[in-house]
C-alpha cells in the first residue's frame, strides 16, 4: 500500500488562535515598549546622550588636532506649515571642527559624522541671548558673557527662541573645555552676502539660506542675525533676523521638557510661567574632563 502523504501547516481554526495568541501578546508588550520610549527620552537619558557627544567631541579634538565641538541647533523644518518655526523644528548636536581657512572663528561640520536627533520631548537652551546683533567682523562688538534669559521680554519671539536654542561646546586639541568665538558655516567658507550670491556649496549640513530653503541643506550657517546694510559694508545686504549669529562657546546648558516649555511661550509666559522654575538645574561642563559635573 501506498504511504499516505503527511500534508504539514495548520487549519483555519488553528490560524484563528494563532494570530489571537499574537494580538494578546503585542498587546501587553506596548506598555513595556512604551515605558523604555519614555525612560530613554527622559532628562536624565538624554543628559547621558549628551555627555557622550561631549566625550566623543574631546576625543575627535586630540586626533584630528583641531578645536572641535558639539553644535546644538534646531533643523530646518520641512514638513511643517511654518518650516522656520522653532517650537515645531527638532533639535540636534553636530560635529564641528575649527577651519581658519573660513574665517579665524569659522567652523563646519567634521567630515565622516553625522547630525544627532536629540529625543523630541525635551531640547537644550544656553540660557543666553547674543547681546550684539549688528556685528561688523569685530571680535570686541560680541561679549564672552552675553545676557542670561531674565524676563518673559527676553524670549517672546522666535529669534530669540533660536538663538538660546542654537549654540557650540568646544574641545581644545589638548582635551580642555574652552570659550572661543565660533562662527558655523558651509565646508566652503562661502558667506550669504550680495558680492557671493551667485556661489554655492554643496555641502549637506549647513549653508546658507538659499540651499537649506532648496533643501540641499539640513541647517541654517551663522549668517543670519540681522545685519543692516551700512555705508562702511555695502556688500552685506539686510538680512532676516533668524537669530543666528557668531557667538562665544559655552560651558553650561539647560534641559528642559519641550511641551511644558511650548505651553508657557504660546502664552507669552516662557520665562514666568516655566523656565523661572527651572534656575537650579543648570547642567555644568567639567572644563579639564569634558563630562556633566552637575546638574542641579
Do not use: C
Not at 17 to 44: C, H, K, N, Q, Y
Not at 169 to 195: E, H, W
Not at 227 to 252: F, W
Request: no cysteine; aromatic share 8%.
Amino acid at each position: 500500500m501506498n504511504a499516505k502523504r503527511r500534508q504539514s501547516g495548520l487549519t483555519l481554526t488553528e490560524m484563528a488562535v494563532v494570530v489571537g495568541v499574537t494580538a494578546l501578546l503585542a498587546g501587553l508588550a506596548l506598555p513595556a515598549i512604551r515605558m523604555v520610549m519614555e525612560s530613554f527620552e527622559s532628562g536624565d537619558s538624554a543628559a547621558s546622550m549628551i555627555s557622550s557627544a561631549l566625550a566623543a567631541a574631546r576625543g575627535l579634538a586630540a586626533r584630528e588636532g583641531h578645536y572641535v565641538g558639539v553644535r546644538f541647533q534646531k533643523v530646518y523644518n520641512r514638513d511643517a506649515i511654518d518650516p522656520l518655526n522653532p517650537l515645531k523644528a527638532s533639535q540636534y548636536m553636530i560635529f564641528i571642527i575649527h577651519d581658519s581657512s573660513i574665517l579665524a572663528s569659522g567652523y563646519r561640520v567634521l567630515e565622516g559624522t553625522k547630525p544627532i536627533k536629540l529625543p523630541d520631548s525635551i531640547g537644550v537652551m544656553d540660557w543666553r541671548i547674543v547681546a550684539n546683533r549688528s556685528d561688523s567682523g569685530s571680535y570686541n562688538e560680541i561679549p564672552i558673557e552675553d545676557p542670561v534669559l531674565g524676563g518673559d521680554a527676553s524670549i517672546n519671539d522666535d529669534f530669540e527662541l533660536t538663538d538660546t536654542t542654537t549654540f557650540s561646546v568646544v574641545f581644545s586639541p589638548t582635551g580642555k573645555l574652552v570659550t572661543r568665538r565660533v562662527q558655523v558655516r558651509n565646508r566652503d567658507g562661502i558667506p550669504d552676502t550680495i558680492a557671493r550670491v551667485g556661489n554655492i556649496s554643496s555641502d549637506d549640513v549647513f549653508n546658507k539660506k538659499s540651499q537649506v530653503d532648496a533643501e540641499v541643506a539640513m541647517f541654517y550657517q551663522d549668517d543670519y542675525y540681522g545685519v543692516l546694510n551700512t555705508p562702511a559694508y555695502p556688500d552685506v545686504p539686510a538680512k532676516p533676523n533668524l537669530g543666528l549669529g557668531p557667538e562665544y562657546s559655552r560651558s553650561r546648558f539647560l534641559i528642559y521638557n519641550r511641551m511644558e516649555f511650548k505651553s508657557a511661550y504660546k502664552a507669552g509666559t516662557a520665562w514666568s510661567g516655566y523656565l523661572v522654575n527651572l534656575t537650579g538645574e543648570m547642567t555644568y561642563i567639567n572644563p579639564n574632563t569634558g563630562t556633566i559635573i552637575s546638574r542641579k
